[in-house]
């Protein structure tokens, strides 16, 4: 079944430099998360599980791997209207130049949005996690009358200055915005919430920069040139002229802005019951790879995440992502990490033979605790990684510390015996 009402458009994101260095040669949308997924993902399993099987994904920087991916996973039958397409940033006759911001992008696009038969516009961003039945959103966008309607999540005094925030009615109705209000703003921008999310003071309303735009109106928006953001000039000039709805959420969502957040939302992963839950009915879907399964031998697992094709033979692993393909090597223990694992196994004869000296991997004797290992890197015998507040925000060839925790860059080889 295909919703022939809604045209899916998911935006691929600037440069995301607050989650370098995972993104120093990939976009936001391809970071790969929980072991065997990527962020773009979680929008476009949410769409497919919504029945909305036509979308457009955005893209402009960094955007070769997500291409790939996107290519390589979302196939539908020949016979059916579906398709998960990529629109590159491109030179018309009418543009020559880059997506300026998340409406110009939009704008740039339209005309391959309008060759197609929509009454809704559902704009998504590709780096967040959550699960949403957009059904519920756009009936409820239906039923209200409404032009606009905005996914809304309480917030916190401390996020909410990170934030588009908004005010509505007892009706719901969006009445005004400010994009990211200052501290001392804050007492103005209270809304209406939830008993659950007072008792959490969680008293601000934050766009979650998910937006329905009735197609007519989303046409004539886009047709001026000087307006180029959704959250800075679309939305605030837009409130008051024409209906605009909040639709509130109140389930698990979290924006993946920085490398902290980025951390969190995959160790999260790994809790007895983790607020974002994987194992339902709403399945995410990535590429089918045909791994074999994972082989661990002599190793106490806890709290633990394991994907295919893994071969683990550490003393301990707790609280942790390890992702596909990963090699954990003897007597090695592993903490508090996610390990993103690797494109590629190496030979068996090469490993027999010991023709590489650090085989791809965590290796023997190690300690890793607090870290983000990156895809393919080599984390010789012996090494010694412990990340935490004691260690300095510092930049290296192979490794960068963010707020004490350990990234390891892609492709990286961390010598035998060496100690962070």
Request: aromatic share 8%; hydrophobic share 35%.
């Amino acid at each position: 079944m295909i919703n022939d009402k809604v045209l899916g458009i998911i935006l691929g994101g600037g440069q995301g430099s607050r989650l370098y260095p995972l993104t120093a040669d990939r976009s936001k949308p391809a970071v790969p998360i929980a072991g065997k997924y990527r962020l773009v993902d979680i929008p476009i399993s949410n769409c497919i599980n919504s029945d909305i099987k036509r979308m457009y994904v955005l893209t402009q920087f960094n955007s070769a791997s997500l291409n790939k991916h996107i290519k390589n996973t979302y196939h539908f039958s020949f016979f059916s209207a579906a398709f998960v397409d990529v629109l590159a940033a491109e030179q018309t006759m009418k543009s020559d130049k880059w997506f300026q911001g998340t409406a110009d992008a939009v704008r740039q696009s339209m005309h391959h949005f309008l060759q197609h038969d929509f009454e809704y516009a559902l704009i998504l961003s590709g780096d967040q996690l959550y699960n949403m039945d957009f059904n519920d959103m756009i009936s409820k966008h239906e039923q209200s009358g409404a032009k606009i309607s905005i996914a809304t999540y309480p917030v916190n005094a401390k996020d909410a200055t990170s934030f588009g925030i908004l005010k509505t009615d007892k009706n719901n109705t969006i009445t005004s915005f400010i994009e990211k209000p200052k501290k001392e703003l804050l007492p103005d921008w209270t809304s209406n919430v939830s008993q659950e999310m007072k008792n959490a003071d969680r008293n601000y309303l934050a766009s979650m920069g998910i937006y329905i735009f009735n197609r007519d109106l989303l046409v004539e928006l886009m047709s001026n040139p000087d307006t180029i953001d959704f959250g800075k000039e679309i939305i605030p000039q837009a409130i008051g002229k024409h209906k605009t709805m909040s639709y509130p959420y109140e389930g698990y969502w979290t924006d993946i802005g920085n490398i902290d957040s980025f951390f969190e939302a995959n160790i999260g992963l790994t809790d007895e019951l983790p607020k974002f839950n994987l194992y339902d009915e709403n399945r995410v879907y990535t590429r089918a790879r045909i791994l074999p399964t994972s082989k661990i031998a002599n190793t106490t697992l806890n709290k633990t995440i394991i994907a295919d094709g893994c071969i683990i033979n550490a003393e301990k692993i707790e609280k942790s992502v390890i992702g596909i393909r990963s090699r954990i090597g003897k007597n090695s223990v592993v903490t508090n990490t996610y390990m993103m694992g690797n494109d590629f196994y190496e030979s068996l004869e090469d490993i027999q033979n010991k023709k590489i000296e650090n085989l791809v991997g965590i290796g023997d004797n190690c300690t890793i605790n607090n870290c983000i290992i990156d895809k393919n890197c080599r984390i010789g015998d012996g090494t010694v990684i412990n990340g935490g507040m004691h260690l300095k925000n510092i930049e290296t060839d192979t490794y960068q510390v963010k707020e004490g925790i350990v990234i390891i860059k892609k492709g990286a080889t961390i010598p035998k015996g060496t100690r962070i």
